[in-house]
């Protein structure tokens, strides 16, 4: 049967094995075709599943199931990021000048204030990254799916287009899917429509007519989503990046975080430091050539005084104050990754958002009433 089947598919894709790759079908195509239409464009067989010859070709063409996630930066140079910062960068000239002009002491307290506050934000980012590590559950490490008859448990990154995947109660979605097979299937799409109800599903093909956004789409289960109820088979139409989470996860990888507004704050005051010193020194020598006196002697006198200027005790305060914000969101069970954007969420005094309950406790709860006519109700 499987010669047979392999032979209709050459003669359907007059292409040779190294020529022709599986496609991997957006999922409303996907939706919108029969079953077995769908299995024919993948090339696949529903029941017997692939051969581990054929999982390895595609495999070399669609690459692991799995997100493509730069390699993690060293420690050290995580550490040595920290002062980026043009405050962080103004007090590290600031003690260079004044180991050279042998002013020992305002070194050495300019050079422990940059350590303790470098030092803060890097522990307190690095217990926050770690944290968020636990994010990565939402893609299950493990599935069944049935490879060349056999029903087999393996891991989930294994996965390619064409595979049959068996869903049971408890399990998360390990790729896109594409249901032949439904018994009272319902799945939780929270984690990525927002939809706190449980969906049901089904294995009928969808009009196209019908077909709008990615939660009407019923007869398809999404990566990363929780089979609440019921048990059902796939055919994977999509991994890693090309899945419906992956849409997600690469424009969140194109995102370029803005800066805060604090790190706005920060910046601009490190340039006016640095531009009100030079304008010092710049003024102080030019007063003292008028006057007569030696140049060395004023630039002297002028690094003395733009150094004394720059508050080295404010990025330590900073710091300690977003750190206290960090570690008061933790008890909140609320994780912040970097430390500045503490204080973005102080700075909010309306949020508007949909799915609010979502976004919390996965629950939506109605606490108030307010109705047009004035009316209030608790």
Not at 85 to 94: E, N, R, V, Y
Not at 171 to 183: G, M, N, Q, S, Y
Not at 238 to 258: I, L, R
Not at 276 to 288: D, T
Request: hydrophobic share 40%; proline share 4%.
């Amino acid at each position: 049967m499987l010669k047979k089947r392999e032979l209709l598919l050459s003669e359907r894709h007059p292409f040779s094995e190294d020529e022709t790759m599986v496609p991997v079908l957006a999922s409303k195509k996907a939706s919108e075709l029969p079953v077995n239409e769908v299995a024919c464009v993948l090339q696949a067989d529903l029941q017997l599943g692939l051969t581990q010859e054929e999982v390895s070709r595609r495999r070399a063409y669609h690459g692991w199931n799995e997100f493509d996630i730069s390699e993690e930066e060293p420690l050290w140079r995580k550490y040595i990021s920290q002062f980026k910062d043009p405050l962080i960068l103004l007090l590290l000239a600031s003690a260079v000048i004044s180991v050279l002009m042998h002013q020992f002491d305002d070194a050495i307290s300019i050079t422990v204030a940059i350590i303790i506050v470098v030092t803060v934000a890097f522990v307190q980012e690095y217990r926050s990254e770690k944290s968020l590590e636990e994010l990565g559950k939402l893609v299950p490490p493990e599935c069944h799916c049935i490879r060349e008859g056999n029903l087999e448990h393996l891991l989930a990154r294994e996965l390619v287009p064409g595979d049959t995947v068996c869903l049971t109660v408890g399990e998360r979605v390990p790729a896109d899917l594409r249901l032949f097979e439904a018994t009272d299937l319902s799945v939780d799409e929270s984690s990525l429509t927002g939809e706190t109800t449980p969906c049901s599903k089904s294995t009928s093909h969808q009009p196209a007519t019908s077909n709008g956004d990615i939660a009407s789409r019923s007869n398809l289960a999404f990566m990363g989503t929780l089979v609440r109820c019921g048990k059902a088979k796939g055919i994977v139409i999509g991994t890693g990046e090309n899945s419906e989470f992956g849409e997600v996860f690469k424009m969140m990888q194109a995102e370029e975080a803005p800066k805060t507004p604090l790190q706005k704050s920060m910046d601009l005051l490190g340039k006016q430091l640095s531009l009100y010193s030079f304008g010092i020194i710049g003024v102080i020598m030019l007063v003292g050539w008028l006057q007569g006196k030696r140049i060395l002697d004023m630039f002297t006198i002028g690094v003395s005084l733009a150094v004394a200027a720059i508050p080295e005790g404010l990025p330590i305060v900073v710091t300690v104050t977003l750190a206290l914000g960090v570690m008061r969101m933790v008890k909140k069970r609320a994780i912040v990754k970097k430390l500045p954007i503490v204080e973005t969420l102080g700075c909010c005094n309306v949020i508007c958002s949909d799915k609010t309950g979502t976004l919390t406790k996965n629950e939506m709860t109605v606490t108030q009433l307010f109705t047009s006519d004035g009316l209030h109700a608790e």
